[in-house]
T-cell receptor
Framework: NAGVTQTPKFQVLKTGQSMTLQCAQD?????MSWYRQDPGMGLRLIHY???????DQGEVPNGYNVSRSTTEDFPLRLLSAAPSQTSVYFC???????????FGDGTRLSIL | GQQLNQSPQSMFIQEGEDVSMNCTSS?????WLWYKQDPGEGPVLLIA?????ELTSNGRLTAQFGITRKDSFLNISASIPSDVGIYFC?????????????FGSGTQLTVLP
C-alpha cells in the first residue's frame, strides 16, 4: 500500500474526546476518500474529496469532519468520540475519477 | 444506495483447490473491481474490469464482468496458504464519484494445509 500513509495505526479514546486521523498521499491524486470498516458490513464511505478545497459527505458522515487544504492531505476529525465510532478507518486515493482506489493500511480506533 | 450481494461470506478450502466467489446487484455497474485484504492491512486491488463480458487474469486469479453488467465473479486456481484473506468486490457507476462506488461485504477465505 505504498503511497497512502495513515497515522496513527492504533488509537484508544475515551467517549467525548476528539482526535484527528491523518491521511497523506504522495501520488498527486486528486480524489481522496475516508471509509470505515465494521464486521460484516464491508466498507462504508464517510467523506470524500475531488480536489483541494472540495469535500462532500458520503454514506455515514455524522460525527466526522474533513478538510482538504492541500492535494496531499485529507485529515478526518472526530469532534466528540462515541463508542459507535469504534471501527477500522481507511483512507483511499485515486488519480482520476475512472481509476480504482488505492488504500492505506488503516487506523484501528477504539472508543471506550 | 446501491446494494451488492457477495457470496459466499466465508470459505474453508484445502490447499491446491480452486475457489470461486461472486457478486450480484440489481443495478448496472460500469466497472467491477476485486480487492484482497490481508489481516491488519488495507485492501489491495487485484483486478479491474471495465467492459461487459471482459475476462481478465492476474496470475492464478481470473475475474469476469458479467454480460448483464449486474454481476462479476472471481476464481482462484490452485490455492496456496498466502491466498488467505478477505476478498471484496466493488461496483462503480458511471462518473467515478466515491458516492458511486459500492463494496460487497467480503468473502473470508481460509486455506487449510
Amino acid at each position: 500500500n505504498a503511497g497512502v500513509t495513515q497515522t496513527p495505526k492504533f488509537q484508544v479514546l475515551k467517549t467525548g474526546q476528539s482526535m484527528t486521523l491523518q491521511c497523506a498521499q504522495d501520488m498527486n491524486h486528486e480524489y481522496m476518500s475516508w471509509y470505515r470498516q465494521d464486521p460484516g458490513m464491508g466498507l462504508r464511505l464517510i467523506h470524500y474529496s475531488v480536489g483541494a478545497g472540495i469535500t462532500d459527505q458520503g454514506e455515514v458522515p455524522n460525527g466526522y469532519n474533513v478538510s482538504r487544504s492541500t492535494t496531499e492531505d485529507f485529515p478526518l476529525r472526530l469532534l466528540s468520540a462515541a463508542p459507535s465510532q469504534t471501527s477500522v478507518y481507511f483512507c483511499a486515493s485515486k488519480l482520476t475519477a475512472n481509476q480504482p482506489q488505492h488504500f492505506g493500511d488503516g487506523t484501528r480506533l477504539s472508543i471506550l | 444506495g446501491q446494494q451488492l450481494n457477495q457470496s459466499p461470506q466465508s470459505m474453508f478450502i484445502q490447499e491446491g483447490e480452486d475457489v470461486s466467489m461472486n457478486c450480484t446487484s440489481s443495478s448496472i455497474f460500469n466497472t467491477w473491481l476485486w480487492y484482497k485484504q490481508d489481516p491488519g492491512e488495507g485492501p489491495v486491488l487485484l483486478i479491474a474490469l471495465y467492459k461487459a463480458g471482459e475476462l481478465t487474469s492476474n496470475g492464478r486469479l481470473t475475474a469476469q464482468f458479467g454480460i448483464t453488467r449486474k454481476d462479476s465473479f472471481l476464481n482462484i486456481s490452485a490455492s496456496i496458504p498466502s491466498d488467505v484473506g478477505i476478498y471484496f468486490c466493488a461496483g462503480q457507476l458511471r462518473g467515478g464519484s466515491a458516492r458511486q462506488l459500492t463494496f460487497g461485504s467480503g468473502t473470508q477465505l481460509t486455506v487449510l494445509p
